[in-house]
């Protein structure tokens, strides 16, 4: 007899996972939708999240520091105001040093063509170093000391700073950090529900095929042929599942924006489902699917 | 192709369903397995199958030491062994075809080479016509030979079969024995686990005789098998009815 082709044995196990589909719908319909409703609250919680972290992205990129030297400023001096603010974990890389004509320049672009031609010989320009803080490190109070710290130093005339919201921003902050403990924890929860919903309703599958496997395992089926079905119907249920979960998460997410966008005040713009998390919700939805397969013949095979 | 050496069974309940049973069944022989209820008739074809594991000594099926035999290469081994049982053990939800093709499926061989060989099978056994058929629709003589095709359509050395005329009338269990006769004038080793004194008459191949787990015979039946043929032997067969 001639030996066995990795097309035919494919066939036969895409065969074999249809006639489970077909034999049992219902099962492989639970399992779709308990994947899809797991993958629904996991992806609207990094939904969530992701807002979260850009809203608050947004918000510290206020939290600029702009420190204005003296007009006779020298090269040492500025090292040294470079070099201080390169040591501190609160400042965003990279400081940018602009010369006075640096600044000047930039002012002119602010001002506009018209008010530029203008107003050419009364634009002022100033050395200046400015930074952001990262919001991160708003959790400590120590980003306070740093424009007085500045101010110490020769050369330095005056700093500007917006640290007045900077309070704002720390309860917020908090506020991130606590979901996103939070949610993670739920996620988890959520995950390990869906594991074991999925692998509950494949195991119905299992064992009302029982006697099919009693017969394979007779006329000298090897494990692998018994789970391979077993494994693609938990691909295909993770499959549809996790696309069905992208399609109900882009949704509410597109809505979501759609009415927020209305509330002018907010003037908020909702990142819509991104790329990266498309294909973790995709891979999940799949890993599910076979962690779920996998568990549950695993355990009937081996008792 | 079959010996034992000194085999015994023994359950978790301290049952022994073989003791000491030391058994040679050559290339292409034919022997029924016989004695009455609990002789330890399907234990020893569970042990030929490594469905159960011997306790003590030694089985050979197949070139193949059981005692020693990896639990991943199980498969393989009963790739060797077409077995027959006495509920026919049939997947409803299959037509005869699929239920015969199984067997050759777990193979992994092309569909057009399944298709070849499961209607050459049906058709030796008296079944083409019926290829797509439900088992539900067949007598119980027509699913026994639906087993059967499935036990032989691999061509496997060995056939064994539990009690297969055990649900016939007598007129059928003489069919079925027939075929399982002409099985074995091809080649095949074949066991059949039977108490039907009357069809080891009949057929009169090498009996092998136990009880309570012991052989007490091994030889042909009219040296076996006490009283007048096709009588059933009162003092072994009495607890058939219990």
């Known amino acids: 007899m001639k030996s066995p082709s990795l097309m035919s044995q494919s066939t036969l196990v895409a065969r074999e996972a249809w006639k489970n589909v077909r034999a049992a719908p219902v099962v492989t319909l639970v399992a779709i939708m308990t994947i899809a409703v797991s993958l629904v609250m996991v992806g609207l919680f990094g939904f969530v999240m992701i807002n979260g972290q850009k809203l608050m992205d947004s918000m510290v990129q206020d939290l600029s520091v702009t420190v204005y030297l003296e007009q006779g400023v020298n090269k040492e001096e500025v090292e040294e105001v470079l070099s201080y603010l390169k040591d501190r974990p609160e400042v965003a890389k990279p400081t940018r040093f602009l010369t006075a004509a640096q600044d000047r320049q930039r002012n002119l672009e602010l001002l506009g063509e018209e008010l530029a031609r203008d107003l050419k010989n009364d634009v002022p320009g100033q050395p200046c170093i400015e930074f952001q803080l990262r919001s991160q490190d708003l959790r400590t109070e120590d980003f306070r000391n740093i424009p007085k710290r500045l101010m110490e130093f020769k050369g330095v005339e005056s700093v500007q700073d917006l640290l007045y919201i900077a309070e704002d921003l720390r309860v917020l902050l908090a506020l991130i950090e606590l979901t996103r403990l939070t949610g993670f924890i739920l996620c988890i929860m959520i995950l390990a529900a869906a594991i074991f919903f999925t692998f509950s309703t494949i195991k119905l599958a299992v064992y009302a095929r029982q006697d099919e496997i009693e017969v394979l395992r007779l006329v000298g089926a090897t494990n692998g042929f018994i789970r391979a079905p077993f494994y693609v119907e938990g691909f295909v249920a993770g499959l549809i599942g996790s696309i069905l979960a992208i399609a109900i998460v882009a949704t509410i997410s597109s809505q979501l924006q759609t009415h927020l966008s209305e ?12 790329q990266g ?22 355990r009937y095979l081996r008792s | 192709m079959i010996q034992l050496f000194h085999v015994t069974k ?44 011997a306790n003590e000594g030694e089985i050979l099926v197949a070139g193949r030491n059981l005692s020693v035999l990896r639990k991943n290469a199980i498969p393989y081994l009963r790739r060797n062994i077409g077995v027959v049982w006495q509920d026919f053990k049939l997947l409803s939800n299959r037509n005869v075809f699929d239920n015969v093709a199984i067997a050759l499926e777990v193979l992994g061989l092309p569909r057009k080479q399944v298709r070849r060989r499961v209607l050459q099978v049906l058709e030796m056994v008296g079944l083409d016509r019926y290829a797509k058929s439900m088992p539900h629709w067949l007598s119980g003589g027509e699913k026994q030979r639906v087993a059967i095709a499935r036990a032989i359509v691999n061509e496997p050395p060995i056939l064994v079969a539990d009690e297969p005329t055990g649900n016939l009338d007598p007129d059928l269990s003489v069919e079925i024995m027939q075929t399982l006769m002409d099985i074995q004038a091809r080649g095949t080793t074949v066991v059949v686990a039977t108490h039907d004194r009357g069809l080891m008459d009949r057929f009169g191949q090498r009996v092998v005789l136990l009880n309570k787990g012991f052989l007490i015979e091994d030889g042909s039946p009219g040296v076996v098998l006490p009283g007048a043929p096709g009588q059933t032997d009162g003092r072994l067969f009495m607890e058939e009815g219990n």
Do not use: C
């Not at chain 1, 509330?263 to 991104?274: A, D, F, G, I, K």
């Not at chain 2, 058994?23 to 159960?52: D, N, Q, V, Y």
């Open chain 1, 277 to 298: 998390m498309t294909v973790w919700l995709l891979g999940g939805g799949v890993l599910l699917g076979l962690l779920g397969s996998a568990l549950s013949v695993g």
């Open chain 2, 10 to 53: 023994r359950y978790a309940n301290g049952i022994e369903a073989l003791r000491d049973v030391t058994l040679r069944i050559h290339e292409g022989e034919f022997i029924f397995l016989s004695g009455p209820s609990g002789a330890g008739k399907t234990t020893f074809i569970k042990l030929l199958m490594a469905i159960e594991q």
């Open chain 1, 263 to 274: 509330v002018q005040s907010l003037n908020l713009y909702l990142e819509q489902m991104p």
